[in-house]
């Protein structure tokens, strides 16, 4: 039964080893960047700019003649602070 199933199937039989591990890629592996353009920068103390000037500011930079308005509003807290914290 079994060489019968071998002749039917044989398409669906390879020699072919599995597949192997992809290697781990390390620092040494990944070269410097290509056709690199910064545009902005936003990092953590960055949260306080108004998207909407940080949206300019990256449009200023060029590639985003293309780019279709969002209407974007971002609701806005009053923190109160007493004696130099936040009460």
Request: proline share 7%; glycine share 8%; aromatic share 6%.
């Amino acid at each position: 039964m079994g060489e019968i199933w071998i002749q039917c199937f044989s398409c669906c039989i390879t020699d072919e080893p599995p597949p192997k591990r992809r290697h781990r890629i390390d620092r040494s592996m990944i070269g410097s960047p290509t056709n690199f353009r910064h545009t902005a920068h936003v990092g953590s103390g960055d949260m306080n700019v108004h998207l909407n000037s940080l949206q300019h500011q990256m449009a200023s930079k060029g590639g985003y003649e293309y780019a279709i308005p969002v209407n974007v509003q971002i609701p806005v807290v009053d923190v109160k602070i007493k004696n130099g914290e936040m009460a």
